[in-house]
């Protein structure tokens, strides 16, 4: 039980040793090849990022995916052969199998440490194979997971094609495909009329990938406050990125984006609307009014709607009211989801996270206080580069009803009698928008459920002598 605070508290921040498990960020790959139809993913590395890719994707990996690795040899390191002409030979053979529109270098640990040059090499190459060559270097010396989507997209966001650029009506079209699959089997006269229903506002582009369904539902759910969403970064295919032009508004949909949001504003010269994240009905809510604010549109009957989705999930928040949450940190998703939790009635007891941004995240960071102060919840601890072994301890003292952790962690905790839900299933589970929010709560409360099912049989410590960490 904890008591209501009196006197509203700021968050409290902490850094620790940077020890923790998450996935290289080279794992980006495997939804970004799946988002983006017509791309081709070139991990340049060794063995090791070879091998994390092929258990982490699972299944996926006998699907004929659309990405290899250039595995180094000890030629290569050692400078014996030209790093040129490899490539060379490798991106036309994946240009004759396949033929992308788009070949994605992978830059790793082993490319930076040795300093091949990619950037240098790729313009070169482009030219000589006739295939745009964008090089992400989302390797596991500067980041985390979830963050290496955001180096992809960083690198992305220098091709989207500004307004001159593209001239011919076809084009046009095929670059707003968003619009274009909202009036899919419309008549023309219906689309014009449902034209005249936006409000007149600057363009808006949405960062962040998040399967068609997302894009869809978010798209729909601006409609309905007559904002028009002029493209998404990235869109469905290559050929398709959306114009961008200056003084264009962004927003993002993800916590993780901040290279690709800086690389927007500084680069590309637009607007960011920094606002919490579509994540859960107070986030979507919040999200939804701050881009109505900035662009001077009252919001309609969003109060009502974030309502009827909390009046949905009663049964689930049922399970978790009043029960606590530990984050250990591997995704970058946790102030978000830990807010959403917050409102849903639980206390989060700390928050890890791989790397905290302070600007990027300001809305969220604001409302996750909001949320607490509202709720009479006390504000978490948010521990950036966390040490999963300190972590470890503090868990054992605080006995928290739920840890959200990667699978390193998950079994031996649930040996010990601490349920766990494993982190890495938020990063592919659909978590946007308002009607997304029973998914998220699903995973919740799937070990809760299950452990209370289980719990008559007395099993709950399975470690005999309780091993001293
Ligand atoms: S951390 Fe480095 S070496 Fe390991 S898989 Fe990632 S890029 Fe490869």
Known sequence: ?????????????????????????????????????????????????????????????????????????????????NDYEELKRLCEGIKRDRNPSVIVWIGTCTTEIIKMDLEGLAPKLEQEIGIPIVVARANGLDYAFTQGEDTVLAAMAHRCPTADQVTSAEEKAERNSIQKLLSFGRKKEDVAAEESEYHDHPPLVLFGSVPDPIVTQITLELKKQGIRVDGWLPAKRYTELPVIDEGYYVAGINPFLSRTATTLMRRRKCKLIGAPFPIGPDGTRAWVEKICSVFGIEPQGLEE??????????????????????????????????????????????????????????????????????????????TEKPDNYNQLQRIQELCPDLVITGMAHANPLEARGISTKWSVEFTFAQIHGFTNA?????????????????????????VKEEAKV
């Not at 495997?30 to 890719?53: M, N």
């Not at 029973?438 to 399975?462: H, Q």
């Open 1 to 81: 039980m904890t008591l209501a605070q009196t006197q509203p508290q700021a968050l409290e921040f902490d850094c620790d040793t940077g020890n923790y498990h998450t996935f290289c960020p080279i794992s980006c790959v495997a939804w970004l090849y799946q988002k983006i139809e017509d791309s081709f993913f070139l991990v340049i590395g060794t063995k090791t990022c070879g091998y994390f890719l092929q258990n982490a994707m699972g299944v996926m990996i006998f699907a004929e995916p659309r990405y290899a690795m250039a595995e180094l040899e000890e030629a290569d390191i050692s400078a014996q052969l």
């Open 305 to 382: 709607r974030e309502a009827k989705i909390w009046e949905s999930v009663e049964d689930y928040l049922e399970i978790i009211r009043g029960k606590s949450v530990y984050f250990m940190g591997d995704n970058l998703l946790e102030i978000s989801l830990a807010r959403f939790l917050t409102r849903c009635g639980m206390t989060v007891q700390e928050i890890g996270i791989p790397y905290m941004d302070k600007r990027y995240q300001a809305a969220e960071l604001a409302l996750l206080e909001k949320t607490c102060n509202e709720m009479g919840a006390p504000l978490p601890k948010i």
């Open 438 to 462: 029973r998914d998220i709560l699903e995973l919740v409360t799937r070990p809760l459920r299950r452990n209370d099912s289980l719990k008559d049989l007395g099993w709950e410590k399975l």
